[in-house]
Nanobody, 123 residues
Framework: VQLQASGGGLVQAGGSLRLSCAASGRTFSAYNMGWFRQAPGKEREFVATIIWSGGLTYYADSVKGRFTISRDNAKNTVYLQMNNLKPEDTAVYYC?????????????????WGQGTQVTVSS
């Protein structure tokens, strides 16, 4: 499956952005989808994941209550709505796909990755 992330940009603290990740190739609805982020000098970290049906989601504690992951299997797209953004949310955000549900927070679980989209939050 090929993934294309978009929607990043520059926003002030407290603002909102919605990231999109469009998938093509294999059956999108068969994959669990995740969002990760990587700040300069830091390792890539888990942000959120949604299972293939959209019926279950998990979030990193740092974004819980502010970010919402969703998917539209008819459009082969997964979204990340980010509200109340903070400067520490600044990073390159990546979408990823995996046929597995276990170990959903691990980078190694995901075999397919998008190219990343930059999110910058100014204070």
């Amino acid at each position: 499956v090929q993934l294309q992330a978009s929607g990043g940009g520059l926003v002030q603290a407290g603002g909102s952005l919605r990231l999109s990740c469009a998938a093509s190739g294999r059956t999108f609805s068969a994959y669990n989808m995740g969002w990760f982020r990587q700040a300069p000098g830091k390792e890539r970290e888990f942000v959120a994941t949604i299972i293939w049906s959209g019926g279950l989601t998990y979030y990193a504690d740092s974004v819980k209550g502010r970010f919402t992951i969703s998917r539209d299997n008819a459009k082969n797209t997964v979204y990340l709505q980010m509200n109340n953004l903070k400067p520490e949310d600044t990073a390159v955000y990546y979408c990823a796909a995996s046929p597995r549900t276990s170990s959903y927070m691990s980078v190694r679980t995901y075999g397919y990755w998008g190219q990343g989209t930059q999110v910058t939050v100014s204070s």
